[in-house]
């Protein structure tokens, strides 16, 4: 019963991201470059659709038209037209090779991955892996099985293909297959390229900036204070280091726009929100900013949480 009280309400959340993005994602506001910027492999808990490989059926080339009536719907029917769908419409490259989605859960795998593609649009994603295929790399999701506790991870350098790993479990719905792994490692693969646009030394430093002295240390757990860092961190895992930091935020981000959805905007915002987490909306705010302008300001919806929270202080200053 727990297992599909959980799956319904994944299916009920799908279904109000798509109606949210459809009736909110036709005026992307244009956000205020304000002064927000700070001064001065990660493992975790052009595009090959050519015309060749369209004449030959094998892949359609996805236009601006396909955006248009809102986000698709992929078809989690069956393993292979899932992975189709994925291919075709988004350009990354999914592999199951050991058929690890092919069970009795896999169903359930398939509709966690696509709640968390629909939270940006097509468009926003096909750059992405754009600006990966013209670096010479394939934009690849992994489904492999792991011994260790690691939920995921993502990895890329020059030359070598972006590699998001998700790990599979066979015990109900754990394991890394997931909407919450699958933001964070997403999230990593956009801090890659904000590495190789602004330079990786200043990527830090401008993270490091908004901590207010707090510095990244690998025994984050058992310093995690909650008064003192949570004004800065999203949660503990943002103090092991700046990448982290990075993909820590946009995962709270995601699990914020998901409960907006069925919360008023004061009980969204409440976080963010509050004088006494500055720095934290500051950083999401940073974050929102260098992804507009070195991969896309199509419309993702995460990111309109922020100027529901940017409305909601204006109201109430």
Not at 66 to 76: A, E, F, H, Q, V
Not at 199 to 223: H, K, L, P, S
Request: aromatic share 12%; with cysteine.
């Amino acid at each position: 019963m727990k297992k599909t009280v959980q799956i319904t309400m994944k299916i009920l959340i799908l279904y109000l991201v798509m109606a949210f993005m459809l009736t909110g994602c036709g005026d992307n506001p244009d956000y205020a470059s304000e002064d927000i910027s700070a001064p001065h492999q990660i493992d975790d808990h052009d595009s090959h659709f050519n015309d060749e490989e369209s004449e030959n059926g094998n892949a359609r080339v996805p236009t601006d038209e396909d955006d248009s009536n809102g986000p698709p719907t992929l078809d989690t029917s069956s393993v292979e037209a899932f992975i189709r769908d994925i291919r075709e419409i988004y350009n990354i490259i999914l592999e199951d090779d050991y058929e690890l989605l092919h069970d009795e859960i896999g169903e359930s795998r398939m509709k966690e991955l696509e709640l968390t593609l629909v939270m940006y649009s097509p468009a926003f994603i096909r750059t992405m892996v754009s600006i990966y295929n013209d670096m010479g790399s394939d934009f690849i999701i992994s489904i492999r099985e792991s011994a260790d506790d690691a939920f995921g991870s993502a990895s890329w350098a020059e030359g070598e293909d972006l590699v998001i790993v998700l790990n599979y479990d066979n015990d109900e719905l754990d394991g890394g297959v997931n909407h919450d792994t699958l933001s964070h490692e997403l999230a990593h693969a956009m801090h890659f390229i904000i590495e190789e646009s602004i330079g990786y030394d200043r990527a830090e430093e401008d993270m490091t900036a908004f901590n207010d002295g707090f510095q990244y240390v690998d025994d984050y757990i058992n310093e995690w204070d909650e008064e003192l860092h949570s004004p800065f961190f999203a949660y503990d895992y943002g103090m092991y280091n700046y990448l982290e930091d990075w993909a820590t935020v946009i995962e709270e981000l995601t699990m914020l726009t998901q409960r907006g959805l069925t919360s008023s905007t004061e009980e969204l915002s409440e976080r963010l929100s509050d004088p006494r987490n500055e720095p934290l909306l500051r950083k999401a705010q940073y974050i929102r900013e260098m992804i507009y302008k070195y991969i896309s300001d199509e419309c993702s919806v995460i990111f309109f949480v922020l100027y529901d929270v940017e409305d909601f202080m204006r109201a109430a200053a």
